[in-house]
Each structure stands twice: as structure tokens, then as C-alpha cells.
């Protein structure tokens, strides 16, 4: 089983840089947006997107799009360090690793435990690359279990499950086995560091697509040209 847990991964200079450098630049070009489950319930907390593709969420369903939902743009480019940094840890556990999109999440209150309830990532076509996730400014909960559902309570009750306190610069891989676990974000801490942080934004990188294929949508676009 492949579960990578780094909670100093990042130090405080090092996640200060990127977000004053790379994270905050984007969120003004690609505003964050509240989301939308199929079933029509609102995310409780804001994403956008950067990279080739975007994960989107709507009453039309889970998908990647090439756009931000919101403004119609294409999506920027994923920033060079986060994009170095992404696939140098992708890519130690499966080579042909390419960041094709990285998913930001900004969680800024929890009045509703879970945030994020138990799930598997399993949009993607490509379900064997490692998901490779970095967490700054806010600490909190992330859980991890196995590949069947460990139930609604939270905290969570089901045996199966691994709870893992996440802060700024913390690192965490799903892989190989552990690729498609289910795993949930359960609540923020008010961590302070040097820094008083009313956030926590997760950055979630993924390889959509199996090596040498891409969407549908690429192909559409070659043909025209
Ligand atoms: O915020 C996190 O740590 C988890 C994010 C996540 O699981 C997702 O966006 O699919
Ligand atoms: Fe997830």
C-alpha cells in the first residue's frame, strides 16, 4: 500500500513563497467558485482549477473541462514551482507522471462536519496515477480509509480508517492501492504559525488521462485546425 504522509514536507518560507508567488496570483485570474453536486447540494467551500483540465462539479455531473465554469476562460497554466514540486513527487512513484491539472481547494469555516464527506477520486481516466496533494496555511483533518465506503459518522467509527493531521507545507500521496481509498476532510484547527491563517487551501494534482492520450476534446480541436 502506497500512502505517502509528509507533515513538514514544505517549510514556512517555502509555502509563504508559493502562495504569495503562485497561489494568490492565480486565484485572481481563476476566481474561485462554489461548486454544485449532482444532487444540486452546494459545496461548503470554493475550488478553482489550474493546468490543462479542470475538475468540475454541477447538476450535469463530475468531469474535467478545459474551462472555468464560471468566466468561460481556459484554465492557467499550472505555476512552475507547485507544477516542479507535483511532479517530482508523481513521478518517483509512477514515471510517465505528467500534472495535467491541479485542483485548488480554499476551506475557510467548518459549521458543518464533515467538510468534505468520505469519496473516492475516480474521475480521472488515468486511475492508476498517484493523486499527489500539498496543504497550506489552515491544519486540519484528513481521513483515509480502505476501498469500501466506512460510513456517514463523523468522527469517523469505522475501524478502517486513519486519521492524518494536515498543516501548512503538509504532503500526502493516494497510490497504488491506496489510489482509490476513500478519503474525507473532516474539520479545520486553528493553527497559527508565523502566520495568523484564516484559510486552508489544498492543491490536489492529478494525471487525468493514461500516457499518450488525451480528451476527446483535444482531438476535436486538432482535427479543425
Ligand atoms: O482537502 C483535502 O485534503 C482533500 C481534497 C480532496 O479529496 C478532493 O478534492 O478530492
Ligand atoms: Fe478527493
Redesign the pocket.
Known amino acids: 500500500m502506497t500512502l505517502i504522509y509528509e507533515y513538514d514536507y514544505l517549510d514556512i518560507n517555502q509555502t509563504q513563497w508559493l502562495v504569495e508567488n503562485e497561489i494568490d496570483p492565480l486565484l485572481v485570474k481563476s476566481p474561485l467558485y462554489r461548486g454544485t453536486y449532482p444532487s444540486g447540494a452546494r459545496f461548503k467551500f470554493e475550488?478553482t482549477n489550474c493546468g490543462d483540465y479542470g475538475?468540475i462539479s454541477d447538476q450535469n455531473g463530475q468531469r474535467y473541462q478545459q474551462t472555468h465554469p464560471i468566466t468561460g476562460a481556459k484554465w492557467q497554466p499550472v505555476p512552475p514551482v507547485i507544477k516542479r514540486i507535483m511532479h517530482t513527487e508523481g513521478a518517483k512513484l509512477y514515471p510517465s507522471f505528467e500534472v495535467q491539472s491541479v485542483?485548488i481547494?480554499v476551506?475557510k469555516s467548518c459549521d458543518t462536519y464533515p467538510?468534505?464527506s468520505f469519496?473516492q477520486?475516480i474521475t480521472e481516466e488515468n486511475k492508476e496515477a498517484p493523486?499527489v496533494?500539498l496543504?497550506f496555511e489552515l491544519g486540519?483533518d484528513?481521513y483515509v480509509a480502505g476501498l469500501s465506503h466506512p460510513g456517514r459518522d463523523y468522527p469517523p467509527t469505522d475501524p478502517s480508517v486513519q486519521k492524518f493531521l494536515?498543516k501548512d507545507g503538509t504532503l500526502?500521496i493516494l497510490a497504488d492501492e491506496h489510489r482509490l481509498a476513500y478519503?474525507?476532510?473532516g474539520t479545520l484547527h486553528p493553527f497559527v504559525s508565523r502566520t495568523l491563517f484564516t484559510r486552508?487551501i489544498?492543491l490536489?494534482a492529478r494525471m487525468v488521462y493514461l500516457p499518450n492520450k488525451k480528451a476527446s476534446d483535444d482531438k476535436d480541436e486538432i482535427s479543425v485546425l
Open positions: 475550488m475538475w485542483l481547494n476551506y467538510i468534505m469519496h477520486d493523486i496533494s496543504s486540519g484528513f494536515v500526502i478519503h474525507a476532510f486552508r489544498n490536489t
